[in-house]
């Protein structure tokens, strides 16, 4: 029987602190004129949101970890697959927030 607390994203154990674990995988290819989003799977709090194409043909993707930063005891893994000739800016709102902790 799994209970919502066993559920949840967060990791813990002996070894590593308290912390987010979330995968993401992403994958890019030229459709037509455009690079687009070709697969999307992830786990976990890491999301995307609606990619957007402010200079045509490049495919930018914001992506987004609800928790809004990085504390220690967090594992993101983002793996991204590109075929040849696509175009992608990976970014995130909270690319700079590392947060102090043990």
């Known amino acids: 029987m799994t ?13 590593q602190p ?5 995968t993401l ?12 989003l070709s697969a999307l799977k992830h786990h976990g709090p890491l999301r995307v949101q609606k990619p957007f194409f402010p200079e045509g ?3 930018h993707v ?11 005891g967090d ?9 040849a000739g696509s175009h992608a800016l990976l970014t995130t709102p909270g690319a700079t927030k590392f ?3 043990n």
């Open 25 to 36: 995988d992403l994958a890019f290819a030229p459709r037509a004129d455009k690079t687009r």
């Open 62 to 72: 914001y992506l987004l970890h609800p928790p809004s930063g990085v504390v220690g």
């Open 18 to 22: 308290r912390g987010w674990a979330a």
């Open 3 to 15: 209970t919502a607390a066993q559920a949840s994203p967060m990791t813990d154990t002996p070894t």
């Open 57 to 59: 043909d490049v495919c």
């Open 99 to 101: 947060y102090r902790s």
């Open 75 to 83: 594992s993101l893994t983002i793996r991204v697959d590109s075929t």
